[in-house]
């Protein structure tokens, strides 16, 4: 099993229509990323969070990690078709101290935006 | 700056071939990073290395190799290509592996290599 969970693992939606992805652990989450993918192409690093209750914008997106620190949301406002892509989560689940930073990666969630 | 440069970008190879995938980051980066990625799967770590002449076991390591004889390149093997090896390989590469410990922890990568092992 994953031990970061994405959901949904796929989303169609309107442009201009808000939109939510959800990425959960059981376990706490030292560092959380968030990762935008196009086809074919590398990861765009979009935003990390590290302190329980932080919330970061960029233009129209937002990413918030909870107070417990095992679950973050990445909100699009305003959906546009640029904001087609496989987005992914990242995180560091280990224990504190004994990690590398081996970032462990949820499964993905692939949105489609239509015009 | 080129960032992080994979090569070859695609590759197929028969099963029981060799090759290697090389990664090179020009941000005079510590951390490098192979991972893989398989639909439905997300991204895998195979190997990585925290410095110059180091290498540890990433979750998936089986059947690879790496080597980090130069701090800017990676080097990713495979000794006797099998079909599961097929896949979409990533490398990447940062500063800091402690993301607690400062903002600079980010992972950046490369555009991908797509192996195909028939």
């Known amino acids: 099993s994953q031990e970061l969970e994405q959901s949904p693992q796929s989303l169609i939606v309107q442009e201009g229509k808000n939109l939510t992805i959800n990425c959960t652990s059981s376990?706490?989450?030292?560092?959380l990323y968030w990762y935008k993918q196009k086809y074919g192409e590398g990861l765009i690093f979009l935003m990390m969070?590290?302190?329980?209750?932080e919330e970061k914008s960029h233009e129209k997106i937002t990413a918030k990690l909870d107070e417990k620190k095992q679950q973050s949301s990445l909100h699009i406002t305003a959906s546009q078709p640029s904001h087609a892509g496989i987005y992914l989560c990242?995180?560091?689940?280990?224990?504190?101290?004994?990690?590398?930073?081996?970032?462990?990666f949820g499964q993905g969630t692939i949105l489609t935006v239509h015009p | 700056n080129a960032g992080v440069t994979q090569t070859p970008k695609f590759r197929v190879l028969k099963t029981g071939q060799s090759m290697t995938l090389l990664c090179a980051q020009d941000?005079?980066?510590?951390?490098m990073y192979w991972y893989r990625q398989d639909p439905g799967m997300g991204l895998r770590l195979i190997h990585y290395?925290?410095?110059?002449?180091?290498?540890a076991k990433g979750e998936v390591p089986d059947g690879y190799n790496v080597s980090r004889l130069k701090k800017q390149n990676f080097l990713l093997g495979l000794e006797s290509a099998a079909p599961s090896q097929t896949s979409v390989y990533f490398c990447?590469?940062?500063?800091?592996?402690?993301?607690?410990?400062?903002?600079?922890?980010?992972?950046?990568f490369g555009e991908g290599s797509r192996l195909t092992v028939l």
């Open positions: 990447a590469s940062s500063y800091s592996g402690h993301p607690w410990v400062s903002n600079t922890g980010e992972l950046f």
């Open positions: 376990k706490t989450l030292y560092g």
């Open positions: 969070l590290q302190k329980g209750g």
């Open positions: 990242g995180a560091d689940i280990r224990k504190r101290g004994t990690s590398y930073g081996k970032l462990t």
């Open positions: 941000m005079n980066h510590e951390y």
């Open positions: 290395s925290v410095g110059e002449g180091t290498t």
